[in-house]
């Protein structure tokens, strides 16, 4: 099927800056749209941000201004700038992606969701 490889989180501080990459493989599929979640320890994994394939963008109230998705649907690739970073941004954030695939040249598209694997961000204050 179709899997995420991500990178670019890590260690910043407080005001600082992080761009997270998530790139998605495989074959004969194509992405409707990619975004990105978090999950803080304790907390439900919460949607961060997201982006369609014709470009359309949808963010959480505590991210606006300060995040930015983007992605390039040649690479199916998704990015998320993250800008004026806040202690409370610290989480595991996950990539998601969700489609159609088929197993076969000319075969029945089907439906497919996936999940990277998740990269830590931790701001210190």
């Known amino acids: 099927q179709v899997q995420l490889v991500e990178s670019g989180g890590g260690l910043v501080q407080a005001g600082g800056s992080l761009r997270l990459s998530c790139a998605a493989s495989?074959?004969?599929?194509?992405?409707?749209?990619m975004g990105w979640y978090r999950q803080a320890p304790g907390k439900q994994r919460e949607l961060v941000a997201r982006?369609?394939?014709?470009?359309?963008?949808n963010y959480a109230d505590s991210v606006k201004g300060r995040f930015t998705i983007s992605s390039d649907n040649a690479r199916n690739t998704v990015y998320l700038q993250m800008n004026s970073m806040k202690p409370e941004d610290t989480a595991v954030y996950y990539c998601?992606?969700?489609?159609?695939?088929?197993?076969?040249?000319?075969?029945?598209?089907?439906?497919?969701?996936?999940w990277g694997q998740g990269t830590q961000v931790t701001v210190s204050s």
């Open positions: 982006i369609s394939n014709g470009g359309s963008t």
């Open positions: 495989g074959s004969m599929f194509s992405v409707n749209a």
């Open positions: 998601n992606t969700a489609g159609s695939y088929s197993d076969y040249e000319s075969g029945p598209l089907l439906p497919f969701a996936s």
